[in-house]
T-cell receptor
């Protein structure tokens, strides 16, 4: 199993550009989520999904869209990039939502918005 | 304002020393998880504590969940350079995981 994969690993955007961060998992996990990590702030939840066709907002959803058309994929779209979205983005998955279940994280995408 | 406050933010110690990292909140969590993250990688789960007062040991690491399920601690005995990394606590609220800001640990040989 490849686990959770994320592409690209690095990306530089100009203000106003749009792009999609890709996330895929091959563990047949129902629960998937996106976090951003900024220095001194830990990981903050952007959006999450408890299963195909179901998504919901996390702590910092503004400026981001998600969709979940398949169990495997959970892409994150930046509609109009802003410098404040410069961050490291992590995708995570777990078998299903449970407060006890381990979250498996991808290797991250480092995004810079100029 | 962080829902989960971690302290200290940064810790630099010599190999062989003991240390404790704290994770505190005014809110109750159904469980508390500890993750370790190395540079350029995603966090990896170390342990999940569920019951108030629970203590779990993982080799030289001891994790404790507070009686009221609002706080937790991570104690490392005889730290090794391989323990260097970012330690994150995370609390489960509803169907979301809330993370603390993390503690950066550097163990010097």
């Amino acid at each position: 199993n490849a686990g959770v994969t994320q592409t690209p690993k690095f990306q530089v955007l100009k203000t106003g550009q749009s792009m999609t961060l890709q996330c895929a998992q091959d563990m047949n996990h129902e629960y998937m989520s996106w976090y951003r990590q900024d220095p001194g702030m830990g990981l903050r939840l952007i959006h999450y999904s408890v299963g195909a066709g179901i998504t919901d907002q996390g702590e910092v959803p503004n400026g981001y869209n998600v969709s979940r058309s398949t169990t495997e994929d959970f892409p994150l779209r930046l509609l109009s990039a802003a410098p404040s979205q410069t961050s490291v983005y992590f995708c995570a998955s777990s078998n299903r939502w449970s407060s006890y279940n381990e979250q498996f994280f991808g290797p991250g995408t480092r995004l810079t918005v100029l | 304002t962080q829902l989960l406050e971690q302290s200290p933010q940064f810790l630099s110690i010599q190999e062989g020393e003991n240390l404790t990292v704290y994770c505190n909140s005014s809110s109750v969590f159904s469980s508390l998880q500890w993750y370790r993250q190395e540079p350029g990688e995603g966090p990896v789960l170390l342990v999940t504590v569920v019951t108030g007062g629970e203590v779990k040991k993982l080799k030289r690491l001891t994790f404790q969940f507070g009686d009221a399920r609002k706080d937790s601690s991570l104690h490392i005995t005889a730290a090794q350079p391989g323990d260097t990394g970012l330690y994150l606590c995370a609390g489960a609220r509803g169907n979301k995981l809330v993370f603390g800001a993390g503690t950066i640990l550097r163990v010097k040989s």
